[in-house]
Structures are given as structure tokens and as C-alpha cells.
């Protein structure tokens, strides 16, 4: 049995790609023999969980969804965590990524971390009056940093790889993406979904899901849909999740002429509605140009959705040799066209939503996981081997 500590700043319930990846991987890593426990942040009152330490926090100013976590608290609660465990796995590079690292050092163990996020993309949406070239000159120099300390890096995709080996990161790099629990999608209930959400049964529907922010490109969905109503006047959009882009988003909707064509509706339970809504549509859309994967792009295919969607960054792995998806133009009008034709002829497209499912076979949870362990076991072992080498040579002749 390999133990290993995963620390990060964001956990269910705050909902994001990297809690999703962290839960996936931990749920299957047990069938490799892997037992994952956790230093993550409390966010209210959540019941204490085997194998979880929740460290105090307050929140962030204009960020709700989001806890600071104490230096101290963390770095104390990871480092008693690590005491016993044989790898450390850093998952967000802020407190987390300096109370895992220190943990790793102190008790000498391995250390990982997966870069989930390309803040290089990000930072001008949240720091705007600053020029975009200095933000991206920091995060590139920032991410350098912090990959050259640890022992191995973890990537979801290959242009990510690409991306930090140009930054200049010479620590190991291994493409290893988050897979799905294929089961929890395979069973929604779109009718129910409809019917409780006044939509029309042969309402042709079109889904986004994920967060609710800019670096997320929403407003291009809107403007393509713009475009998509010119052949389906009836199509609707539903946009689900939270984010500090929902005002604007809602403007823009209004200003566009599509308030009776959007319909925000929030965080969804992933576990009860999620699936539901995923069996509600006709088509998932996406256009984000800064994914560092695209796990929602598996998790709707897994639905038997089929997908129209740019390929930029980490959705090009998985739309490069997938069935079932269609990939347009990065251009709104040709977006919205594609979506527009799809709806209008939906029984032409009949093949892709099994053409769906078996792309989100080959990206299960089981298979992932399996690499994920035997990424860990080789890291362990290395360990051990370096640890015992220097043993070896520290003797006296």
C-alpha cells in the first residue's frame, strides 16, 4: 500500500476542474492500492471525512467561492499528514504548493504536482490594469519556479507539456490526464431534467458547462448563437455553473437579443442534477482557448452528447482523433453556424452520441488511475534507491 498526501487550496464543495480531478483520482487510485489522504481548505461547517484535514481560512475579496488558507496552519497540518506517507502531491501552486513542498522536504519524500491551470492566460482577466505582458512575464517565470522545485510534473496534456518546456522548466515532465468515472454519467434523465425546468420536449438545447468566468470565452458561445438562430429560432442555451462572469454574461445576453434564447442556471449537483442535464441536451458547447484538458468535453460525451467545441490548448488531446465531436472555425459565426446546422437536422447526426461514448471509454478513471500509481510507485521507489545509494557512499572505506 502506497500512501500518498495531497494538498491543495480548493476542494469540494468549491466546485473547479482541479477539486473534480483530485476526487476522480483519489476514488480510483484505491483499486491500485493507493491510499490518497488529503490537506485541503474548510469552507463551512463539512463533516469530518476518514483521510481529509480541512484547514481554517477567510474569504477573498470579491471571490466568495474561494478560501486563504492560513501559511501556518497548512504548512503544520501537511507536514503532520506526510509523517507517514511515501509521496507528497502538490494540486495548486499557492499555500498548498509551499506547505507540500516544505512537508516533502522535511520528512524526505518525493514531491509532485500536477499544473492544472496556465496562468499565463488567466491573469489579465483578474489583474486588468496592469499591462498583459508583465502578467504573462510573471506567470511564466512564477511557473518556472515552482515546477523546477518539486521532483516531477504532472500535465493533463501534451501542448501543456509543451507550454512549461518552453517556459524553461527542466524537471520531468509526464502527460498524464484526469480520466472520468464513465458509470455516473451513463444514467441521466434528461426528460425529468426538462420537465422540471419548463423546457419543451423537442426544444432544441445546446449545454455549457463549467465555471462562469471570462478566460472561459462564454461570450463567444453568445455571439454564435447569434448566428445559430438564423437556422433554429427556437434553439436555447443553457449555461450552468457560477463565476464572477455571470453579470457581464447576462448583459451581453440581453444586448445580443437573447433573452429568451440563454438560460443561466447556476451550480448544478454533480452527483443528482449534473447527469440529468447532460441527458437533457442535444449538443455540448465549448470554446475555451485556455484548457489545460477539457474534462467536461469527456464527461458529456460519456453522456452520449455528442460535442461541438474549439480545439485550443488541452481539448485538442482529446477532440485531435475523437469521434462524435465536431470542430469548427475559432470564429463565432462559423461556430454558430455548425451549432444552427446541427440543431435544424439533429437525425443526421444520430451516429455521433454513440460515436460520443466510445471516445470517453478510452479517458475512464480506471485507466488513468492505473498510470497515476505507477507514476507514484517509480517516484517511491527512486526514492528509495537515491536514499540508500547515499547511505552506501556516506560509509567510511
Known amino acids: 500500500m502506497i500512501r500518498v498526501l495531497m494538498v491543495s487550496d480548493v476542494y469540494f464543495p468549491r466546485v473547479n476542474g482541479v477539486s473534480s480531478s483530485m476526487e476522480t483520482f483519489r476514488r480510483a487510485l484505491a483499486a491500485q492500492g493507493v491510499e490518497v489522504r488529503l490537506v485541503v481548505p474548510r469552507y463551512a461547517d463539512e463533516p469530518d471525512e476518514p483521510g481529509v484535514t480541512r484547514v481554517p481560512g477567510r474569504r477573498l475579496p470579491k471571490d466568495p467561492e474561494d478560501r486563504l488558507v492560513s501559511w501556518r496552519s497548512m504548512h503544520g497540518a501537511a507536514r503532520a499528514a506526510a509523517a507517514d506517507c511515501h509521496l507528497v502531491h502538490v494540486q495548486t501552486p499557492f499555500v498548498a504548493h509551499y506547505a507540500g513542498l516544505a512537508a516533502g522536504r522535511h520528512h524526505g519524500l518525493p514531491v509532485l504536482t500536477t499544473y492544472h491551470t496556465l496562468f499565463e492566460e488567466y491573469l489579465q482577466h483578474y489583474v486588468p490594469l496592469l499591462p498583459s505582458r508583465w502578467l504573462r512575464a510573471l506567470a511564466r517565470r512564477f511557473s518556472r519556479h515552482q515546477c523546477n522545485a518539486v521532483d516531477e510534473v504532472v500535465v ?9 518546456a518552453r517556459y524553461g522548466v527542466t524537471t520531468p515532465l ?3 490526464p484526469t480520466g472520468i468515472p464513465l458509470d455516473r454519467y451513463a444514467t441521466g434523465d434528461g426528460a425529468a431534467f426538462r420537465v422540471a425546468r419548463g423546457i419543451p420536449p423537442d426544444r432544441p438545447l ?11 470565452n462564454i461570450g463567444f458561445l453568445l455571439e454564435a448563437l447569434v448566428h445559430a438562430r438564423q437556422q433554429c429560432p427556437e434553439a436555447l442555451l443553457l449555461v450552468t455553473g457560477e463565476g464572477p462572469a455571470m453579470v457581464d454574461l447576462k448583459r451581453q445576453a440581453g444586448t445580443l437579443g437573447l433573452a429568451d434564447s440563454v438560460r443561466f442556471l447556476g451550480y448544478l449537483d454533480r452527483a443528482r442534477e449534473l447527469p440529468d442535464c447532460y441527458a437533457a441536451a442535444d449538443v455540448f458547447v465549448f ?4 484548457e489545460t484538458q477539457g474534462l467536461v468535453l469527456l464527461e458529456a460525451m460519456a453522456s452520449g452528447l455528442p460535442v461541438i467545441a474549439l480545439s485550443a ?10 469521434d462524435g465531436a465536431i470542430v469548427p472555425p475559432d470564429e463565432p459565426a462559423a461556430f454558430g453556424d455548425a451549432l444552427g446546422r446541427f440543431l435544424t437536422d439533429r437525425h443526421a447526426w444520430a451516429h455521433l452520441p454513440d460515436q460520443a461514448r466510445q471516445t470517453a471509454r478510452r479517458w475512464s478513471d480506471e485507466a488513468m488511475a492505473t498510470r497515476l500509481a505507477e507514476c507514484y510507485r517509480q517516484a517511491v521507489g527512486e526514492s528509495v534507491a537515491g536514499r540508500s545509494k547515499t547511505v552506501v557512499e556516506a560509509r567510511p572505506a
Open 156 to 164: 493533463p496534456s501534451s501542448a501543456m507539456a509543451g507550454r512549461l
Open 174 to 176: 509526464r502527460i498524464l
Open 206 to 216: 445546446a449545454l455549457y458547462v463549467g465555471r462562469v468566468a471570462h478566460e472561459k
Open 287 to 290: 470554446a475555451s482557448r485556455t
Open 313 to 322: 490548448m488541452g481539448t485538442g488531446d482529446i477532440l485531435a482523433d475523437a
